[in-house]
């Protein structure tokens, strides 16, 4: 967070320097001596409000003789070769186009494809090719026209930074931002309005330029730096930290820093947090509780240690600093229909389809009714679906899907309702409902039956959006075609069973009847014989 405010402030310092009397330089020019790969150098020349230099006539290039070497703002295309007849050679800067009268590129120039597509110059400013990922010792930057500071005394040591990279050559004086460190007491100053500000300056900058800490004097509302238990600022500087074994703060066990007022030495926190009951431990302020510390429409914010963040509310982006509404449907997630809203998106199906309940951005035929039209390929007449819980049934001229009573199958263990294209299942008093089908003894004989998850269809076409719970409570029979046909084929092979069994038994008994009429004569005259 503190590169961003930096990098914004840098920016404020520029824009709203006044200008003086007199042309203001056409480019400043800054040489870096830090050891960085191209995208590395590009990145930190932005950061200057600027870009890696670019140099079109002789008189810029003269500017910088003598100065410095390393990366310019000179690249060859990606999957372009260098030509050597074309203006740059192939070859563009960063700010675009090829146009330039001038050109100083070294004898050992390599027009192969293979060649590197970066341009670094030497001492005496000639271009040379070199391979974008390799670190330069150096780069060179230009920004835009900025009033500028002058180089501190030569007497005193100094060594001038941005954002902790090096700076050794400057065109035309410091420009603003730039931080110039002078030994040996190592103080500190920033160029602000043309003019060299000494550390500490505001917190809100770089922590005022201070080695441990930066915090606002509760009395003098003026800008102080601290440092750790242990420690104390050095007197000279009025920045720097240097080990105190006799400081008063070790004694208090702050939990981030102490400060003396007054001649008492009181415990602190840094920014974005609070001190405790106790005087000494310090916890994370919830900034978020100011509700106007994230006005823009669109926005949440998010509390994070010792600070905030405003982000885009889920179905939102940032673009052009606000959040505007991501267009879900751009990537086609819906099977069928797609509708965009404020935040997120819903899909819906089209006629004769719903939502599927275990896909919500996929649709299942639905009929809703006892018997429909079935949905069949137009290339093959006889390649036809039915939804879920509907049989096929062919007719002399059309293909329909009829309802199956699941109930005359006996899927529930008790009670059953049947439902177009599914089934209910209920338990009588004292049963409990499990499976959606099982009835089993109730622990609690008070206990009413209740319905299973099989609930009937809805004839609407349900719509499913990503956000509410939309998780359909009509569910299908699950009964395939095949499944039904091999219920009847085994429904009339035990019928048949059946009634074999009962007309070979009552066969047998007329049998046994007949025998004993007919042994009847014959025992009534041995018994009168007798």
Known sequence: MRDITAVVLVAALA?????????APETIYVVFEELADFAEARSMCAKLEGQLATFTSAESSQSLLGLGSGWIGLQRPPGGCPDPGATLRGYEWLRGGVQSDFQNWASSFDPSCASPRCV????????????????????????????????????DTSTYSLFGKRASHFSSGVPPGFIATLEPDSTRFMCFREQWVQAPWNCEILEGGCQH?????????QPFCYCAPGSSIDPVNRISCVEDPSDPCLGLHCDHGCFELGGTHLCLCHQGFKLGPDGRSCSDFNDC?????CPEDNT???NVP??????CQAGFHRSGGQCVDVDECASAPCEHICTNMAGYYTC???????????????????CGKEECAAECDPNNKYQCYCPDGYILEERSDEMVCIDINECDFFYCDQDCTNSFGGFTCFCEKGWTLVDQYKCVVSADDETDSGGSGLNPSTDAVPTASYGPDTSPTAQPSGVSL?????IIICTVLVTSAVVFAVHHILNKREDMRRNVKAAEPESHSLGAAH
């Not at 090719?129 to 930057?141: E, Y």
């Not at 509780?289 to 510390?293: A, H, I, K, M």
């Not at 010792?306 to 982000?311: D, V």
Request: proline letters at 9%; aromatic letters at 6%; glycine letters at 8%.
């Open 120 to 155: 670094v110059v030497d001492e005496q400013m000639k271009w040379l090719q070199r391979d974008c990922g390799s670190p330069a010792p150096a780069f060179i930057c230009e920004s835009p026209p900025k009033q500028t500071c002058g180089l501190l005394p030569e007497a």
């Open 482 to 486: 095949a499944a039904f046909v091999g």
């Open 289 to 293: 509780v100011d509700e106007r510390q």
């Open 306 to 311: 010792g600070g905030f963040q405003c982000h």
């Open 300 to 302: 949440v914010c998010v």
């Open 15 to 23: 824009a709203i320097v006044e200008c003086r009397d007199g042309a």
């Open 213 to 221: 800490r930066c915090s606002v004097h509760p009395e003098t509302s």
């Open 348 to 366: 819906s199906c089209y006629d004769g389809y719903q939502v599927d309940p275990e896909s919500p951005n996929k649709c299942k035929l639905h």
